[in-house]
């Protein structure tokens, strides 16, 4: 076993040599859309015309093969955002024949409103071979399988479409292994699979050309990525045998079309450039929530809790993407270095900045621990967990990002609210406004919109919170374009090998760091969740924690927005106090239920770090006056330095929350905070420049600076806050470790060689029959197995190999 480090992680990494076009930095494919499947929007694939894709999903009878994976290369392959001829092997457990798992993939993919000609031929690429996973013997089934399969698509190919050669020259086999397994399984499958390998170079003559011998490999892992630092570094270590290149693990949110809109929305738009840091921006909330439960996952998540499963990687993966820098490009390494510089920038969690909670049965729906597939009774496994996470960087410093995630709530619904201060030196009659907030919803009914002040019309003066929105279905046209699935993204890019939307080794690591600490303490039983009614909004501590990092005053504005009917207005005049906006939440009586509830919270908060029996004190509880402060004055540090140009303090007022006097620098993302002798100074903070390349150069704090002038575009003069070049005093600390080389390749990358393909189309009939023979189940007994669940009990565990097909 190689041991472990980040370093040979990153050693593994290749970003540069590919066996076939990736694209290019800029995504912009420079070699044109012809070298793609489809080429306007709506048909648009990334996956290279011609490409001969297999799919291998190991765990196909699992759930997440059956709801997702299966039924997402279905449609790929029907909207033809694929090629035509990809195969799809199942590998499970279940000794099905061919026909057997056919009908299982049936299942998954019917639909009655689609054609059924189009389902029938999808089921006639789809394939099985079964045996324990990483067993040798059966994987060597499930290779020579594969092997048989992919030398006939070539012939068939040479036959249908142009000549042999020219499929050949043109094109290559790439094989996507999908691990929809639990993790633990995920290093003897690789492991079985890269000894077919070595066999298959051991047999081959010694001046063969490897690559012509056998197809690129990449490999997805599906989250959970271990469990904590230990157990992740161990998963890396066994997966050594695994390039870096080859490894794809997947985070669907980062699929979400709306999720990848954040970079647009942030680098397109030069009205959010200046706002978005701490000058601006009071508090930032991600924000996952479900209204049911485990829903029969218990026996995993049980294992994990919220945390891990949502938390550690969906929701901190879309805070990196909202507080990091622009990247260079929009490619893979550049967009993963700048979130890898978010992550290292964020200070461990503490306990003081952490509620969980664990829901109870109510309204006719089961609590957690009443759902028959916890069979802990006594789990204390959080179902919701609210965590402020800190990041050490000039832009971000002191606004608290606040993660949080919940199962049986209020509602379904996943969001990112940016939160602003309240306007500075405001004139008396706009002096109880509330803040600006920006809202992208990622699901359900995606959108973006601000919170704004408007004049109500009319001779009264009164002014009233607006919503000023971009919802995509009024905009965008779903029925002629529907928007891609998080999955169906992914798996393009998988075949495409684009690395932008998936998580890097470093990116892992430093995740891990963030929770561990908080993840041990909670798995000791020193911390009992808050109970929680199922459909409540979770725990009221969980609000006294958002309430004490400065979420304060914002209204119910117009809560959510529900097609067909009236906006609800809200007339700031007329009910200046109570509403707590820290999420809208679709009924008033909800945020003033809440809002009542905060003091009560607050207590309950305190109360929480009470029962944190002989603990590590990570903090003081935060006494009445410093939540009162806290909630004043936000989180900004009030030594920060206040600039001339808005020296001038706003009139006391009684009523008003005033925000904190250094909160308001105009860009003070440029402006690095006075080092105090508190502060924890993190090996690698956000603010360290990317290297120059030759391609570009990069200033400093690229944020806070506008592009350099091109003849096509308008330069706004340079303003007084661009920060300074680094200059020779300043310590640079070094970059490179962090960052994977874009030139280093484990594997050399030969011009495309004609593969090794049987002579005649007869041959590789043959070789396909003789491989499905060779390996031929289908006794009634098994037959039988057909027709039982998709994800049947795990009692065939001892199962030896069975590779069927025909
Ligand atoms: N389901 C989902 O919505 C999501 C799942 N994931 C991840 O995807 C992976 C698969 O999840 P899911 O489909 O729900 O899992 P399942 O429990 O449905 O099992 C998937 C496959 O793994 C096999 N398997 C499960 N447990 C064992 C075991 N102890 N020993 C040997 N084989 C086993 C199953 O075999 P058999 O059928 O024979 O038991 C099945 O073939 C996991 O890593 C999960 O965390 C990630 C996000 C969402
Ligand atoms: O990864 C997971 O995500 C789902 C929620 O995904 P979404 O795309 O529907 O928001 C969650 O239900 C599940 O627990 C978790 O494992």
Not at 94 to 123: G, H, M, N, W
Not at 735 to 740: K, L, M, R, T, V
């Amino acid at each position: 076993m190689i041991p472990f480090s980040a370093a040979s992680v990153r050693k593994n990494a290749s970003w540069s040599a590919s066996k076939h076009k990736t694209p290019t930095e800029d995504c912009s494919d420079s070699d044109g859309d012809e070298s793609r499947i489809g080429t306007d929007s709506s048909t648009y694939s990334p996956v290279p015309r011609g490409q001969f894709s297999t799919a291998v999903v190991f765990g196909s009878d699992g759930n997440l093969a059956s709801k997702k994976i299966l039924p997402t290369l279905f449609k790929l392959w029907k909207r033809r955002m694929v090629p035509r001829d990809l195969l799809v092997v199942g590998y499970a457990r279940a000794p099905l024949t061919t026909e057997q798992f056919r009908k299982q993939v049936f299942r998954s993919i019917y639909d009655p409103r689609q054609p059924q000609a189009e389902r029938k031929e999808f089921q006639a690429r789809c394939f099985y071979a079964s045996g324990p996973f990483g067993d040798l013997e059966a994987t060597r089934g499930l290779v020579r399988l594969l092997r048989a399969l992919e030398a006939r698509r070539v012939e068939e190919r040479s036959v249908t479409g142009a000549s042999k050669e020219a499929a050949d020259a043109a094109n290559e086999t790439v094989r996507l292994y999908y691990m929809a397994v639990p993790p633990f399984l995920y290093a003897d499958i690789c492991s079985a699979l890269r000894t077919c390998r070595a066999e298959a170079f051991d047999a081959a003559p010694a001046d063969a050309d490897k690559d012509a011998l056998w197809p690129v490999e990449r490999f997805v892992l599906e989250k959970p990525f271990g469990r904590d630092s230990a157990s992740c570094a161990a998963l890396f270590s066994q997966l050594s045998m695994v390039s870096e290149e080859e490894t794809f693990r997947i985070d669907h949110y980062l699929g979400k079309e709306l999720v990848l809109n954040l970079l647009v929305l942030r680098f397109a738009n030069v009205c959010f450039q200046s706002i978005w840091n701490r000058a601006h921006v009071k508090a930032v909330q991600v924000i996952f929530k479900e209204d049911f439960g485990t829903d029969g996952r218990g026996g995993y998540f049980d294992e994990y809790g919220i945390i891990r499963d949502v938390m550690q990687n969906h929701l901190l993966q879309v805070m990196a993407l909202v507080a990091m820098e622009q990247p260079l490009s929009f490619g893979a390494e550049h967009i993963r270095t700048e979130k890898l510089k978010v992550l290292q920038a964020c200070k461990v969690l503490t306990l003081d900045d952490v509620v969980v909670g664990q829901y109870t049965g109510c309204g006719g729906h089961k609590g957690y621990l009443e759902d028959p597939s916890i069979t802990n009774k006594e789990s204390t496994t959080e179902t919701f967990a609210t965590a402020v996470l800190h990041i050490h960087s000039p832009r971000w410093d002191g606004v608290p990002f606040i993660l949080k995630a919940g199962k049986a709530v209020t509602d379904r619904k996943a969001e990112v609210r940016i939160q602003f201060h309240t306007i500075p030196g405001a004139v008396s009659a706009l002096m109880d406004c509330a803040a600006n907030e920006l809202v992208v919803r990622l699901q359900p009914e995606e959108s973006i919109y601000w919170k704004v002040i408007n004049k109500v019309p009319g001779l009264k003066f009164e002014v009233q919170q607006m919503r000023m929105d971009l919802l995509y279905s009024s905009k965008f046209d779903g029925d002629a374009k529907p928007m891609p699935e998080a999955y169906e993204r992914l798996l393009l890019e998988v075949l495409a090998n684009d690395h932008s939307h998936f998580v890097s080794a470093d990116e892992l690591i430093e995740s891990w760091r963030i929770f561990t600490p908080l993840l041990h303490t909670l798995k000791e039983g020193k911390i009992k969740p808050h109970p929680y009614p199922f459909g409540s909004r979770g725990p009221p501590a969980a609000d006294a924690l958002a309430h004490k990092y400065g979420m304060s005053k914002f209204g119910g504005g117009i809560t959510p927005y529900v097609e067909g009917q009236p906006a609800r207005k809200y007339v700031q005049a007329h009910n200046s106090e109570s509403l707590l906006g820290f999420e809208d939440e679709g009924s008033e009586a909800a945020s003033i239920a809440s809002s009542q509830a905060i003091s009560a919270a607050e207590a309950i908060l305190g109360a929480a770090r009470a029962e944190v029996v002989g603990a590590p004190k990570l903090g003081p509880p935060p006494s009445a006056v410093g939540l009162a402060a806290a909630s004043t004055y936000g989180t900004a540090p009030p030594s920060a330095p206040l600039p001339p140009s808005v020296a001038i303090p706003s009139p006391p007022s009684a009523k008003r929350e005033v925000p904190p006097p250094s909160a308001p620098l105009p860009q003070s993302a440029a402006i690095p905070s006075p080092p105090t002798a508190k502060r924890e100074v993190p090996p690698q903070s956000a603010a360290i420049p990317s290297p120059p390349t030759a391609k570009r150069e990069v200033p400093p704090q690229s944020a806070a600076i506008p592009s350099p002038p091109t003849a096509r575009r308008e330069v706004p003069p340079q303003s007084a806050t661009i920060s300074s070049p680094p200059t020779s005093r300043r310590e640079v600390p070094p970059q490179s470790a962090a960052i994977p080389s874009p030139t280093t390749s484990r594997r050399e990358v030969p011009p495309p060689a004609a593969k090794p393909v049987t002579p005649g189309k007869a041959r590789a009939e043959d070789e396909v029959s003789a491989a499905l023979a060779a390996l031929a189940v289908g006794s009634p007994a098994r037959a039988a197995r057909a027709d039982a669940p998709a994800n049947p009990s795990r009692a065939h565990e001892k199962d030896v190999q069975h590779v069927s097909g025909k």
